[in-house]
């Protein structure tokens, strides 16, 4: 059994990165004082003045549960060393490749961890239902109020309600492909929709296939199809009506999902522009989405749609940047002046509330963090205390230009925000089936009915 | 290597609580008054294995009933909702046909299977040997199974090297490469092959055995009233094993039911592959859904029952005889 | 005794084939081999196999091979690789398996477990046998049905009592227990051993009710308590039942992936090898150089020690289960 669900965000990668604000920062810390815990920095060892607001808890442990595992679960707990070193609260970091599961049994069974990274707000949203997810204390809702975004922040609440403060996040509006293959045989970045399909009909023309793609994640196959319908809801249809579609105010086989779903199908389903490197239309749905952009290196791929992560399932040696061996271009919408943009993130969610939780709740959300945590690498955060300098590789930078455009239009990823049983179930395996050879009303069709009434 | 210490303590821990527990046990039933010992005694033994069957299944059976009226939270009564839910919507119709195709084949098929091979090794020389082969999946995770098998399916482009060995079965025989994982319903075919590979190594040991067994007279006689094989069979030898063949076929039935890693590693329940326990996992533990679970659970324990009873009546007749 | 134990003799997956099966019921039935039932039997058994040496060769092989084709490639053209071993097994790279912590926990969980089940079947099938009390039929057959109890919706509740404790309306009458690092073990324990005792009691029981009535009427007779009754006449009869249960028990736990999913979770301190097995099927896509060496070292310790036992495991339940 297998069943990575959402690997792709276990990559934080981008982020709206503001101001500058050095770790000085951090006394906007939240100030859990009002616990009547809290007391004196004199207990910090040297060295520690930063952490002064997360004092008084020595001893104490907090456990973490996550579906970040392997090398990036190394860097998270790579990035909390110090902390636990200044405060003595000892935090167990435990991922999951089963974590939605997991999580769900966890909680159920009256063994929640004190805390959790949720990437879906729709299953966030369930668990505050449920009862079982804690307000932010205030020092949280202080940072999240101060470096966050009236979206994002949107996101982590329930009914007007903050139950979870943002930490990492990603970009999922990109292509993929090398810049070198490019320039050896003249072809241009395109800057709109029109300018990409005629890339890749020229491209299909010089008796080559343009683009490859895979949708394979063990039980939750299905998602890397579902974030291009998203990304070409946002721009076929606009912002508004996408809204529309996640929230169930339209109906999921409306007519313009089915004209996104068709727009996807006029390259995934089109045999002259896939599946270039592993076969026909059909082979999308059993390569996995790790694999799916490799072709690239190879020469026999052009263009691979996938999120900023993506540069981490390069093979160890290959560059990623502009004039390197791999980059990705924004996928481009209808006209130069709109920039929808889609993406993913984590928000930290509180099972228990003992001041310790609370600190590290709130250590979690401060710019100094997010500094840190970026400074170790490979990860971006939408907080704007995150000193740009702090960020080195390419893609994330080029992350953080597309999200930081004023005129770009963030969205978060919808299949995150739909209740579960279609953003982690029936739009997966409907999207499977789709490639799989399924007409695009039927399978829309499939996924409407199976919308919950409750 | 330091986390190797607390884990190996661990272990000890566990042996010696072993003993502690059996070893009081017996203490209690030796020194029980007089007065009375019979029931204390009977208490001492049975009493352990009763309270884990409740604790452990009993009142989680029963809560699951409950839990099936109920809404996605648990806090509201919805009727038939879920039942209704259950066989409407329009993938449960393909999770139900699935799962009937896997209780129907699985034990027929591994049966059958087994039941051949029993009686030609009862033939053949190196038996021992040729049944610990067949006999060998039968040891293997169904995780590890499905990996093995994924890998027999594995497909590539008809222009590549295959390197799934089914596929290139068919290539040497020039057919196109095949996506077996991939086309309903014949998916659900090959997945369920899986599962016989694994059975049919159990009900060729057990029948096997069984027709050893049968009777070197019954046998003599026939064969001295000059019958031929088929009649042999038909008449002697199968009538003799009834029993065991029933009992293999429960046994591979319940195990079918409940098998769910087999889909789940090969296809995650897609391409159409669902059945009923991946479809319960799904609704219960990702989905949120308690109540749909919860439903689907009990469709489960409904679907078994009718073997249930039968082996019930089986029981019943033969405690009666003692 | 005296029905089932049919002589099956199977060696232990010995290259070199034993002499065919030499019943013990007295009586010597001659064997009739017959050449086509010979060739026929060597044909399924090598396809039968086939899956799984597709799978051991692969392990062997170098990761650019697997990609590049099939494994029969092997045969022309041999290269061999103990990579995929070391890496999953001790590669200190998070990403890459790190498999020998897993198996240790593999056999933490399996053993206590066993032995934990084999008793209390064991005294249950005995109870329920020999010692007359009203309502026993119904007990046993109660017992059989909680065979189909879908194990997925008895997590939650067991779940509960480990993080609640029990309680009665507000009163707790037994605290949670506070388990931490290894001691998580016991909770895997406990869950598996509940699972477990309908199938255990069910074979024992039918083994130990056929036991002769006589001896333990003899034994009652001359005073003796039910514990000596089992200990010094029952145990040592119902050996090949026992047996044949701990086998069951042994391949059940070693290779189950949804109670460990449940109850030891992703924790590398207490997770075995088929939960971290089945992670990697899932993450590495088509890394087969790593699943193959992964699912082959999961396999070995079952195939090993049920090809050694399997003829106990026969016995036992032939004279259990088997007869109608």
Redesign the interface.
Known sequence: ???R?LNRRRRAAAGIVGLALAATACGTGGSTASEGEADADASLPAGCEDYADYAGSSGTEVSMYTSIRDIEADRYVQSFEEFEKCTGITINYEGSGEF???L??KV?GGNAPDIAFIPQPG?LQ?FV??GKVMEVPEGTAENVEEFWSEAWKEYGSVDGKLYAAPMGANVKSYVWYSPSQFEEAGYEVPTTLDELMALSDEIAGSGKKPWCAGIES?????WPATDWVEDMMLRTAGAETYDQWVNHEIPFNDDAVVEAVDAVGAILKNEKYVNAG???V??I??TSFQDAGTPILEGECFLHRQASFYANQWPEGTTVAEDGDVFAFYLPSESEDSKPVLGGGEFVAAFADRPEVQKVQTYLSSDEYANTKAEIGDWISANTGLDVANVKNPIDQLSVETLQDESAEFRFDGSDLM???VG???F??GM??WI?GAETKQVLD?IE??W?S? | MN??Q??????MY??I??FA??GI???V??R?PKRG??KV??V???A???L??A???????I??VILSFK???SDTWVGLDNYAWMFT???SRRILLNTAAWVVLVPTLATTVGLL?AI?????????????????????????A????K??YT????DD?????AN?LLVLVGLEPY?F??DPPWNTLFLIVILI?IQ??FAM??L???I??VS?DVIEAARLDGVNAWQMFRNVTLPSI???V??VMV?IT?TT??A??IV??TT?????TGVV?TA???????????GK??AL?VL??VL??P??VY??G???S??EI? | MT??A??????????V??P??V?MSG?V?KK???RF??V???V???L?????A??FI?SFRPAND???????NFFTDPAVTLDNYSEVLFSTSAGSGQLA?YF??S??IT??TV??AL???A??A???AW?P?RGA?W???G????????????????LR?FSEGVSIGETNIIPAPELI???R??TV???H???S??IG?FLLHNFI?ELPGELMEAARMDGA????I??QIVLPLIGPALASFAIFQF?WV?????VALIFAGGNP?VAPL?VR??EL?GTRGEE?QR??SG?FI??VV??I???AL?RY??RG??AG????
């Open positions: 059994m297998t069943a669900p939605e599961a997991q769900n049994v159920q299953l369930r239902q449920a063990g039980d939750a196959t299905g592993f076969g026909d059909r082979s749905a059993t209740p579960a049983a982690a179930g029936s997966w395996n499977t089936e799989n499939g009915e199976s919950p409750s | 986390e190797t607390p884990k190996l303590l661990m272990l566990g042996i609580a072993f527990v059996v046990l017996l203490l039933v030796d029980a010992r019979e005694q009977l001492a033994f049975l352990p294995a009763l884990l069957l604790v452990g299944l009993l009142i989680p059976a809560r699951t809404g996605p939270f919507n329009g993938d091979y030609v090794i009862d033939k053949a020389r190196g038996e021992a040997f040729a049944k610990a082969l067949v006999f060998m999946p039968m040891a293997i995770s169904l995780v590890g499905s990996i093995i098998w890998f027999v497909v590539r482009p008809a090297n295959q390197i799934g060995l290139q996506r994982l991939q590979w049919a190594g040991v057990i096997s055995a069984a050893k067994a070197a009834r029993p065991a029933v009992v046994t319940i039911l409940k769910f890693d789940r590693t995650g329940g897609q391409f159409e326990a319960l996992y799904d609704q219960a533990f990702v989905f949120g859904e308690v679970g919860s659970a489960l324990f078994v029952l073997i249930v082996q019930v089986v029981l019943r033969q405690r003692r | 029905t089932a049919a002589p099956v003799s199977s060696q232990s997956g010995a290259a084939a034993p065919a099966a019943p009586r039935k009739l081999t017959s039932a010979t026929t039997a060597v399924i058994a090598v039968w196999t086939v899956p799984t597709g799978l692969s697997i990609r590049a084709n099939g494994w029969w912590g240790l926990n056999v933490v053993v206590p032995l934990f008793a209390l079947a005294f249950a005995y109870a329920i010692i009390f039929s007990v046993f057959i017992i059989f049905a909680l065979q189909i109890v879908p194990l997925q919706m008895a997590l939650v509740p067991l009592l690092g290894a001691q073990f016991a324990w406990f869950a051993v509940c699972f005792l309908p009691i009710s308590s039910h514990s000596r089992f200990r391949l070693w290779n189950d992936l949804l301190q088929t097995l089945a099927a087969f699943l193959t699912a999961s396999i079952p195939v020690i049920f090809l399997q495991f026969v339940l032939l289960g088997l007869k109608g």
